[in-house]
């Protein structure tokens, strides 16, 4: 696989990522998205790794049983779920490529390509070539997975999976309340075929739940 000659969009990705986060997602999502984004550093690993030494020692020095604040060790869990919406964002490159594609198809080389390119700048990254997706994708991944390692060993004393290109879990059948692993992906394709999927399922439970809501009001 061919690498990036020079990857300096990885950084400017994950920084549009986290500010997603600032404003979308769960909870502990948003306030940790938060919390890395007020942090003063230049690169988006530097801002995880420095909240993290923080929020460390703030627990050491209030001591375990006072400390109320963010747990340092949620924030390998956090690099995971952002990992997973980096993929996403390709999911909705593709999106976004073939509206383009249909769009200047339909009016005979028109304008279409703005809807990508607009989408690759509200990611702050150059609109690539299809062809290099998989090296961007590869090189952020790998940028996540540097910090996400040495975290992992710094808390060698609780179990934490590695980082994934993709990673979710679903509910158990018998036992909705157990979740269980579902998608653990290695690599760009798998980890494509997984996000699109997983928003497949998204969508078709969202279908599903307003037929019945009108079904139920009829």
């Given at each position: 696989?061919?690498?990036?000659?020079?990857?300096?969009?990885?950084?400017?990705?994950?920084?549009?990522?986290?500010?997603?986060?600032?404003?979308?997602?769960?909870?502990?999502?948003?306030?940790?998205?938060?919390?890395?984004?007020?942090?003063?550093?230049?690169?988006?690993?530097?801002?995880?790794?420095?909240?993290?030494?923080?929020?460390?020692?703030?627990?050491?020095?209030?001591?375990?049983?006072?400390?109320?604040?963010?747990?340092?060790?949620?924030?390998?869990?956090?690099?995971?779920?952002?990992?997973?919406?980096?993929?996403?964002?390709?999911?909705?490159?593709?999106?976004?490529?073939?509206?383009?594609?249909?769009?200047?198809?339909?009016?005979?080389?028109?304008?279409?390509?703005?809807?990508?390119a607009e989408y690759c700048d509200?990611?702050?990254?150059?609109?690539?070539?299809?062809?290099?997706?998989?090296?961007?994708?590869?090189?952020?991944?790998?940028?996540?997975?540097?910090?996400?390692?040495?975290?992992?060993?710094?808390?060698?004393?609780?179990?934490?999976?590695?980082?994934?290109?993709?990673?979710?879990?679903?509910?158990?059948?018998?036992?909705?309340?157990?979740?269980?692993?579902?998608?653990?992906?290695?690599?760009?394709?798998?980890?494509?075929?997984?996000?699109t999927l997983v928003r497949e399922?998204?969508?078709?439970r969202n279908d599903e739940n307003?037929?019945?809501?009108?079904?139920?009001?009829?």
């Open positions: 696989m061919a690498k990036l000659a020079k990857v300096t969009q990885t950084d400017a990705l994950i920084d549009a990522v986290l500010t997603d986060m600032t404003n979308y997602g769960k909870d502990w999502e948003v306030a940790l998205a938060g919390a890395i984004q007020r942090v003063d550093h230049s690169t988006p690993n530097g801002r995880m790794g420095t909240l993290y030494v923080r929020l460390y020692n703030d627990r050491k020095a209030a001591g375990k049983d006072n400390y109320t604040g963010i747990k340092p060790e949620s924030i390998p869990s956090f690099i995971q779920k952002l990992q997973n919406k980096v993929t996403g964002k390709f999911v909705t490159m593709s999106e976004k490529l073939g509206d383009s594609i249909d769009w200047d198809s339909k009016t005979a080389g028109g304008t279409g390509t703005d809807a990508f509200r990611l702050s990254i150059s609109p690539i070539s299809r062809t290099n997706w998989d090296a961007l994708h590869t090189a952020t991944y790998e940028k996540l997975e540097e910090l996400h390692s040495v975290l992992r060993r710094k808390q060698s004393y609780m179990p934490t999976e590695p980082l994934f290109t993709y990673s979710s879990d679903k509910p158990d059948e018998q036992d909705p309340s157990i979740w269980l692993p579902h998608h653990r992906t290695e690599g760009y394709d798998d980890a494509i075929a997984a996000a399922e998204a969508e078709a307003m037929l019945s809501d009108i079904l139920l009001a009829a």
